[in-house]
Protein backbone atom coordinates (compact mmCIF):
# COMPACT_ATOMS: atom_id res chain seq x y z
CA UNK A 1 0.00 0.00 0.00
CA UNK A 2 1.22 3.69 -1.15
CA UNK A 3 0.77 6.42 1.41
CA UNK A 4 2.28 10.08 0.83
CA UNK A 5 1.68 11.98 4.01
CA UNK A 6 2.14 15.28 4.75
CA UNK A 7 2.81 17.31 7.86
CA UNK A 8 3.44 21.15 8.97
CA UNK A 9 0.58 22.90 7.59
CA UNK A 10 -1.06 25.67 9.73
CA UNK A 11 -1.75 29.45 10.46
CA UNK A 12 1.32 32.12 9.78
CA UNK A 13 1.25 35.77 9.65
CA UNK A 14 2.90 37.20 6.65
CA UNK A 15 6.29 37.34 5.96
CA UNK A 16 6.46 34.12 8.40
CA UNK A 17 8.11 30.79 7.68
CA UNK A 18 6.64 26.89 7.90
CA UNK A 19 8.27 23.57 7.05
CA UNK A 20 6.29 20.87 5.13
CA UNK A 21 6.93 17.24 5.33
CA UNK A 22 5.51 14.23 3.59
CA UNK A 23 6.88 10.44 4.27
CA UNK A 24 6.37 8.09 1.57
CA UNK A 25 5.83 4.37 2.11
CA UNK A 26 5.22 1.69 -0.21
CA UNK A 27 7.53 3.10 -2.98
CA UNK A 28 11.37 2.87 -3.76
CA UNK A 29 11.37 6.76 -2.98
CA UNK A 30 14.83 6.73 -5.03
CA UNK A 31 13.45 6.15 -8.02
CA UNK A 32 10.59 9.08 -7.88
CA UNK A 33 11.12 13.22 -9.05
CA UNK A 34 8.81 14.32 -6.10
CA UNK A 35 6.72 17.36 -5.97
CA UNK A 36 4.47 19.82 -3.89
CA UNK A 37 1.65 20.96 -5.66
CA UNK A 38 -1.24 23.65 -4.21
CA UNK A 39 -4.53 24.74 -4.70
CA UNK A 40 -6.28 27.77 -3.62
CA UNK A 41 -10.30 28.37 -2.88
CA UNK A 42 -11.39 29.10 -6.78
CA UNK A 43 -8.22 28.58 -8.48
CA UNK A 44 -6.96 25.22 -9.98
CA UNK A 45 -4.38 23.07 -8.58
CA UNK A 46 -0.99 24.38 -9.56
CA UNK A 47 2.72 23.14 -9.46
CA UNK A 48 4.44 24.89 -6.68
CA UNK A 49 7.85 22.84 -6.74
CA UNK A 50 9.86 19.86 -7.89
CA UNK A 51 13.04 17.85 -7.33
CA UNK A 52 13.83 14.95 -9.60
CA UNK A 53 15.32 11.70 -8.27
CA UNK A 54 18.59 13.05 -8.73
CA UNK A 55 18.11 15.93 -6.79
CA UNK A 56 17.50 18.72 -9.47
CA UNK A 57 14.99 21.15 -8.53
CA UNK A 58 12.21 23.68 -10.22
CA UNK A 59 9.82 26.23 -8.84
CA UNK A 60 7.05 28.62 -9.94
CA UNK A 61 7.47 31.91 -10.56
CA UNK A 62 5.38 32.60 -7.71
CA UNK A 63 7.56 31.11 -5.37
CA UNK A 64 10.62 31.42 -6.45
CA UNK A 65 13.31 32.76 -4.04
CA UNK A 66 11.20 32.19 -1.07
CA UNK A 67 10.76 28.47 -1.03
CA UNK A 68 12.94 25.82 -1.38
CA UNK A 69 12.18 22.21 -1.56
CA UNK A 70 14.76 19.61 -0.70
CA UNK A 71 14.78 15.55 -0.09
CA UNK A 72 16.13 12.77 2.15
CA UNK A 73 16.77 9.51 0.75
CA UNK A 74 17.47 7.69 3.44
CA UNK A 75 14.39 8.69 5.46
CA UNK A 76 11.43 8.68 2.25
CA UNK A 77 10.88 12.36 3.13
CA UNK A 78 10.09 15.25 0.82
CA UNK A 79 10.62 19.02 2.48
CA UNK A 80 9.33 21.85 1.39
CA UNK A 81 10.54 25.16 3.19
CA UNK A 82 8.77 28.25 2.60
CA UNK A 83 10.13 31.91 3.76
CA UNK A 84 8.40 35.13 3.48
CA UNK A 85 4.92 33.62 3.42
CA UNK A 86 2.22 36.10 1.34
CA UNK A 87 -1.66 35.91 2.38
CA UNK A 88 -1.50 34.62 -1.67
CA UNK A 89 0.25 31.23 -0.77
CA UNK A 90 -2.81 30.49 1.54
CA UNK A 91 -3.89 26.73 0.16
CA UNK A 92 -3.90 23.46 0.21
CA UNK A 93 -0.72 22.10 -0.53
CA UNK A 94 -0.33 18.12 -1.71
CA UNK A 95 2.99 15.93 -1.65
CA UNK A 96 3.57 14.57 -5.35
CA UNK A 97 5.46 11.20 -6.23
CA UNK A 98 5.82 10.18 -10.21
CA UNK A 99 7.82 7.15 -11.15
CA UNK A 100 11.05 7.84 -13.20
CA UNK A 101 11.73 4.40 -14.84
CA UNK A 102 9.50 1.08 -15.76
CA UNK A 103 5.72 1.64 -15.78
CA UNK A 104 4.40 4.61 -14.98
CA UNK A 105 2.99 5.62 -11.57
CA UNK A 106 2.04 8.91 -10.12
CA UNK A 107 0.30 8.95 -6.28
CA UNK A 108 -0.91 11.92 -4.45
CA UNK A 109 -1.04 13.10 -0.20
CA UNK A 110 -4.12 13.64 1.11
CA UNK A 111 -3.12 17.65 1.31
CA UNK A 112 -2.70 20.19 4.12
CA UNK A 113 -3.57 23.74 4.91
CA UNK A 114 -1.12 26.32 4.54
CA UNK A 115 -3.09 29.59 6.08
CA UNK A 116 -1.09 32.97 6.25
CA UNK A 117 -2.95 35.80 7.65
CA UNK A 118 -2.47 38.39 9.96
Known amino acids: QVQLVESGGGLVQPGGSLRLSCVAS????????MGWYRQAPGKQRELVAI???????NYADSVNGRFTISRDNAKNTVHLQMNSLKPEDTAVYYC????????????WGQGTQVTVSS
Open 26 to 33: GIIFRLYN
Open 96 to 107: NARRTVGISREY
Open 51 to 57: ISSSGLT
